[in-house]
T-cell receptor, first 112, second 112 residues
Framework: LAKTTQPISMDSYEGQEVNITCSHNNIATNDYITWYQQFPSQGPRFIIQ???TKVTNEVASLFIPADRKSSTLSLPRVSLSDTAVYYCLVGDLGTGGFKTIFGAGTRLFVKA | DVKVTQSSRYLVKRTGEKVFLECVQDMDHENMFWYRQDPGLGLRLIYF???????EKGDIPEGYSVSREKKERFSLILESASTNQTSMYLCASSGGGGTEAFFGQGTRLTVV
């Protein structure tokens, strides 16, 4: 499984766009990139998933360059409620019994 | 609405007790996982199962065992609880090969 590296923490202000970058230099051809969000005392929650280029949903966008060695989660106009830990994972969707491995994540703190 | 249910939200046990943590999912998922989460360490995989009666060790299996007799239920067993097993325990499930995992609310276990 590809190892991921993220910043430990980030600060932002309400209304700003936040970009969290994840490095995954040894990503394999069949690997997808997935981001999760976790609030205190809750389990992680799926945000977005992609393979290449750009993916957008109602919550976030995911940018993946051509070499796929990194990815950037973009949160538009954050609010105080976006304060959470964000995890980046990479893995093969086609492999049965895939192990979902979480790193330490990025702690985002949104200030008023 | 998809659901992963953990049997207890909070649990206090004595050192040396045998502890059972139960997890049930209603999504007919093949894969189920047990993690523990400690401050500063993120989520660490204890065991996972990709089918009934199948199990594989994660990163920190020592002191734990698991049981999956039915597809919807995955149990984590602490054979002889110790104080260093005080932690938040999270159960998750995912479909075959998928990286989108759904998490339960967690069980905060305190061993005294």
């Amino acid at each position: 499984l590809a190892k991921t590296t993220q910043p430990i923490s980030m600060d932002s202000y309400e209304g700003q766009e936040v970009n969290i970058t994840c490095s995954h230099n040894n990503i394999a051809t069949n690997d997808y990139i997935t981001w999760y969000q976790q609030f205190p005392s809750q389990g992680p929650r799926f945000i977005i998933q992609g393979y290449k280029t750009k993916v957008t949903n109602e919550v976030a966008s995911l940018f993946i360059p051509a070499d796929r060695k990194s990815s950037t989660l973009s949160l538009p106009r954050v609010s105080l409620s976006d304060t959470a830990v964000y995890y980046c994972l990479v893995g093969d969707l086609g492999t049965g019994g895939f192990k979902t491995i979480f790193g330490a994540g990025t702690r985002l703190f949104v200030k008023a | 609405d998809v659901k992963v249910t953990q049997s207890s939200r909070y649990l206090v046990k004595r050192t040396g007790e045998k502890v059972f943590l139960e997890c049930v999912q209603d999504m007919d998922h093949e894969n189920m996982f047990w993690y523990r989460q400690d401050p500063g360490l993120g989520l660490r995989l204890i065991y996972f199962s990709y089918d009934v009666k199948m199990k594989e060790k994660g990163d920190i299996p020592e002191g734990y065992s698991v049981s999956r007799e039915k597809k919807e239920r995955f149990s984590l067993i602490l054979e002889s609880a110790s104080t260093n097993q005080t932690s938040m325990y999270l159960c998750a499930s995912s479909g075959g090969g998928g990286t989108e995992a759904f998490f339960g609310q967690g069980t905060r276990l305190t061993v005294v």
